[in-house]
């Protein structure tokens, strides 16, 4: 009764040790307990012992093992996930995300209107900008940005340019920048990772 008992203990089956195992240990148990009554105390004090002391250890074992089986069987195999992520890298070269085309003006109006909308549409994203140049300046690092006009006061900062591009540049003239959309501070909207078209 033991041995089936355990057996059903390291079978990865849900609810075998518990509504079998243990039945069947409860069983040898009281089997162990008429031995020792009938033939005298050194007849079942093995039984009983095991089935007080071994059958505990034994049905951790096996929840263990279930366990084991559970997250195997939940997993996905490692070849399998290789592959998955292969094709995903190979659609993402395949089809590249086209930048989002937009007027400075447009972009300094959608963030005025909805800060949090407009990030969703652009922060993060790659935007290609037309706008008319307001002013070029260096930034507290020394690094050169250009601001856009989006109206009579309002601009639209461009940054990650090189000093060759934003030297070539003059106030008041057009450009189309390729950018990285970065969200707003201080009342305007910033990109970065800037290259002229």
Known sequence: MLGIAWLCF???FPGLG?????????VAFILAVVAMAKGGAGKGVAQL??????SPVVYLVGVVVFAGAVSAISQPAPDAQTHADKGSQQDTAVAPVAPVEITVRQLYRDYEANEVAADVLYKGKRLLISGEVASIQTDLMDKPQVQL??????????SGLSREETGALGKGDTVLAAC???????????????ELQ
């Open 10 to 12: 390291l079978i990865p």
């Open 18 to 26: 518990m509504f079998l195992g243990w039945p069947l240990n409860m």
């Open 49 to 54: 012992l095991l089935s007080l002391v071994a």
């Open 149 to 158: 006009k989006a109206g009579s006061v309002n601009q639209v900062m461009i």
């Open 180 to 194: 990285t959309g970065n969200g707003m501070i201080l009342g305007s909207p910033v990109t970065r990772d800037c």
